[in-house]
């Protein structure tokens, strides 16, 4: 039976990503290390992505904490709302939302920032420049997204928290510290490890993602809006298609 | 004017011999588009060639694959006596810090200032300079180009002669031995683009550079060229000097003039 055309260019585009991503290991992590840029990098994906991570967070936190407490009342169980809360964000809605929203910030910053390049002739004349562009544009976005997204989940998470617990003091008056044990008392090892793991995946598969279909982009004002847009969605569901691998490992390993 | 062959330097009435670029055979196509089909080509030394051809005859491929930017599928390319197309890496680097490149869209690195595009070979290309030669090398080339008072403008501020011209002060930062020309006059009125053809000349004079120069603007080909090479159908159609080509009657030739 032929392979339908778009089967068949997904398979290739998986490959090329792949084959793209074997690049980063191969010469991305050799000497000459790009340690400037990569901190720049650091600065602009981590530090600048704060406010943004910061503030959905918050709402997040609210919402959440505001839609789940009539239900909970329902059952008479209002009181295990911190615990619900610090479950649901440490483990799945924190590390999955700061990654979505990272993948919408960056992963298309850096799709139409080496789309641009690319189109511009700039990632010629680096490489004329005595420079691989690999190293200098590609390794150091990969390795500042893949570290970068891990912090800011924790402090999105730690925000998201904050927002709920105003939220709970909307309808009651709760001391902060009392909220804050009785959500670390719910918590443990098995709960925050799997979840930092898989934020270095979902980093490193936004930043291979945004960086391949940058360096790949079409000639063109519409390419470089084409890599900038593809980059978010190849991203996006990359993030799900993780999040779905690293349930089953931890179902596996015994750590749900 | 001869086909399908090279006129030497002293030919066309420069006392120089050393050949710096020396071109064999070279083909270069992309799927079934042949695009370079045997082209040969000897570049000496401090000699200006300027390479004429339609829009899609392979001009920029051809100064792409001198530069390393893409590899010729056959032929040899021999720049300062090394074959470029089999060199690595590090080899390629050493041979690219002793040329310079001139894009036609100028591919100035838009997040950085003036002063950062001009510094940023003289930072990448292993050789250590000290902050105060960088700086000096980067007033220097400023100079050269009359733009010293754009050091810490943005490339979003400046006017498209500007640009070429801040282009050409990072081109020439290293003092290369051979610069390539990727239409340099492309896109700019008549007075810009004869500036440029006046800077390309003055700054060959002072560095005693070698250069090629794609172009199919006549004025720039009769300002800077001692030799011009006709591309055509991936070959060497014919070369000569520019005086040659004005009174051909080949219609080839005749075409740009028209």
Redesign the interface.
């Known amino acids: 039976m032929p392979i339908l055309p778009k089967t068949q260019q997904f398979l290739n585009e998986t490959g090329s990503v792949s084959r793209f991503a074997g690049h980063f290991f191969s010469i991305g992590v050799k000497p000459r290390y790009e340690i400037r840029e990569l901190l720049t990098q650091c600065y602009i994906i981590g530090y600048r992505s704060l406010p943004l991570i910061g503030l959905t967070g918050f709402i997040m936190g609210l919402v959440l904490t505001m839609q789940l407490r009539p239900s909970l009342i329902i059952y008479g169980v209002e009181s295990k709302l911190p615990v619900m809360i610090g479950i649901a964000i440490v483990r799945e809605i924190g590390p999955v939302i700061t990654a979505l929203i990272f993948a919408g910030k960056i992963g298309s910053s850096i799709g139409a920032e080496l789309g641009s390049m690319k189109v511009t002739e700039q990632i010629d004349a680096m490489e004329v420049s005595g420079t691989n562009p690999f190293k200098y544009l590609v390794a150091t976005r990969v390795l500042a997204a893949t570290l970068m997204l891990p912090v800011l989940t924790i402090l999105g998470d730690a925000i998201c928290l904050f927002g709920s617990y105003l939220g709970v003091n909307i309808h009651t008056v709760t001391n902060y510290k009392l909220f804050i044990t009785q959500v670390f008392q719910s918590l443990s090892f098995g709960d925050l490890l799997p979840a930092l793991i898989k934020t270095f995946f979902f980093g490193f598969a936004i930043g291979i993602i945004g960086c391949y279909k940058g360096y790949y982009s079409n000639k063109g004002t519409r390419g470089v809006g084409n890599s900038a847009n593809s980059a978010v969605v190849l991203s996006s569901v990359m993030i799900f298609i993780i999040d779905l691998l690293a349930v089953q490992i931890t179902d596996v390993l015994g750590l749900n | 004017m001869k086909n399908e062959t090279n006129l030497s330097a002293k030919q066309i009435g420069k006392h120089i011999t050393e050949p710096i670029i020396v071109i064999e055979h070279l083909c270069k196509k992309f799927g079934s588009n042949v695009v370079l089909n045997d082209f040969n080509l000897t570049v000496y030394k401090e000699e200006n060639v300027v390479i004429l051809g339609k829009s899609g005859s392979g001009k920029s491929v051809l100064i792409?694959c001198i530069?390393g930017?893409l590899k010729p599928d056959s032929g040899n390319l021999m720049v300062f006596g090394e074959n470029v197309p089999q060199l690595s890496?590090d080899e390629l680097?050493r041979i690219?810090?002793k040329?310079g490149?001139l894009?036609?869209?100028n591919?100035?690195?838009?997040?950085m200032t003036v002063r950062e595009n001009l510094e940023?070979?003289l930072r990448?290309?292993?050789i250590d300079f000290s902050q105060k030669e960088v700086d000096a090398l980067v007033l220097e080339a400023l100079d050269n180009v009359g733009l010293i008072h754009t050091i810490d403008m943005m490339p979003a501020e400046l006017s498209g002669g500007m640009l070429k011209r801040v282009a050409l002060a990072r081109t020439m930062i290293l003092k290369p031995d051979v610069i390539l020309y990727d239409e340099p006059t492309t896109g700019l009125d008549p007075v810009t683009a004869r500036e440029i053809d006046t800077l390309i000349i003055t700054l060959q004079k002072k560095y005693h550079t070698s250069s090629i120069i794609i172009s199919h603007d006549m004025n720039c080909v009769k300002n800077t060229a001692d030799r011009v090479v006709l591309l055509l159908d991936g070959k060497c159609y014919t070369d000569g000097s520019y005086r040659d080509f004005e009174t051909s009657a080949d219609k080839n030739i005749k075409q740009f003039f028209e």
């Open positions: 792409k530069i930017l890496h680097d690219r810090s040329m490149f894009f036609q869209g591919a100035l690195y838009d997040s940023f070979p990448r290309h292993w």
